[in-house]
């Protein structure tokens, strides 16, 4: 408890997911939060006090400036993506443009703001980068998540010893989106066949919580990661290991 107390963090997509689990476990540890998402609403209705919230779509550059650049802030943790993953022929132009720039862009741009305050830059990557799936296209998403890593571990030696930059690369993790793009239209013949993919997929014989990811962001972003920067760290029960 209490290892980020004094902190304070900028979360993008904090409102659900991966990012409202990282919210939760930062606020745990005692962070001043500011959470960024587009939907107002849903940062409106989130079950967190003393809570900063700021709803901008990050595909406005320029909505984006001026919502953070008079912002001070310890930890940036950059968790919006965006994937599409139609079969490299049907890949259209506006589909590619907005993954680079949801996906490398704006964690740069970000970056870039913020950087002279910053400690702590977690970025939230994607097994894509490393593991492909037989029937799943994912040619620009899979480029951009390893575009991602590899900025993390440039941006390590650019600004270390100020800043630690690292990534997450998780496997697949049961979050509203996922549920409703992959698990919701499932039969139940569908999801008995995807439950014995995950059992000879993943060591771990399940799929992740976001609460697995966040708690890997709390390590990442306290002082007890004090000595990691440059790393990506697998969160994936084990998946890219087979």
Known sequence: M???TGKTALI???SEGIGLAVATAFAREGAN???LA????KLEALPLADTRTIAVDLNDEDALVAAVESLDVDVLVNNVGLAHMPPLAELTKPQFDAMVHLNLRVPVLL???LRERLTAIVNISS???DKMVAGRPSSVYSATRGALNSLTKALANELGPDVRVNAIAPGSIRTPTFERAHLAHMSSNQRTDYERYVHDA???QRIGEPEDVAEAAVYLASDDARWV????LRVDGGLTVR
């Open 202 to 204: 993943y060591p771990a």
């Open 127 to 129: 097994y894509w980068a």
């Open 229 to 232: 920067t440059g790393t990506v």
């Open 2 to 4: 209490d290892r980020l």
């Open 38 to 41: 587009r939907d107002k609403r």
């Open 111 to 113: 970056t870039q703001l």
């Open 12 to 14: 993008t997509g904090g």
């Open 33 to 35: 939060l500011v959470l």
